[in-house]
């Protein structure tokens, strides 16, 4: 088992990829929310609420997820593998057994 030191700096990298990942999947909504604006399909109020629910809710609660997660880090992580924002493929196999055991606690 590797120290407690590189296992969270591991852990901090691999939460930093499934944050971006997610943040980008929530950011293409809103930018379809941009689209429909453009074409007329929605009204600006209609947009200035999906932009203020994705700052003051959406942003807010990824960021928190992501960067508040402490001692949970490998079910952060677990659940980011179960909602696809990051590939088991990406985690060093010295950590998999753990990301499979949240895993596993998740289902």
């Given amino acids: 088992m590797q120290s407690k030191k590189k296992l969270k700096k ?3 990298k691999l939460l ?5 990942n997610e943040l980008s999947s929530e950011l293409n909504k809103l930018h379809k ?5 453009f ?3 929605i009204n600006c109020f209609e947009l200035d609420d999906k932009i203020h629910l ?5 942003s807010r609660n990824l960021y928190n997820k992501y960067n508040n997660s402490n001692d949970i880090e490998h079910f952060v992580i677990a659940k980011a593998v179960l909602n696809n924002f990051i590939l088991k493929e990406n985690i060093p196999n010295e950590y998999i057994e753990i990301i499979e055991e949240a895993i596993k606690k998740l289902k």
């Fill in 54 to 58: 994705f700052h003051n809710d959406i």
């Fill in 39 to 41: 074409s007329n399909k």
């Fill in 16 to 20: 930093n990829m499934a944050y971006q």
């Fill in 10 to 12: 591991q852990f901090k």
């Fill in 33 to 37: 929310e941009f689209e429909k604006f």
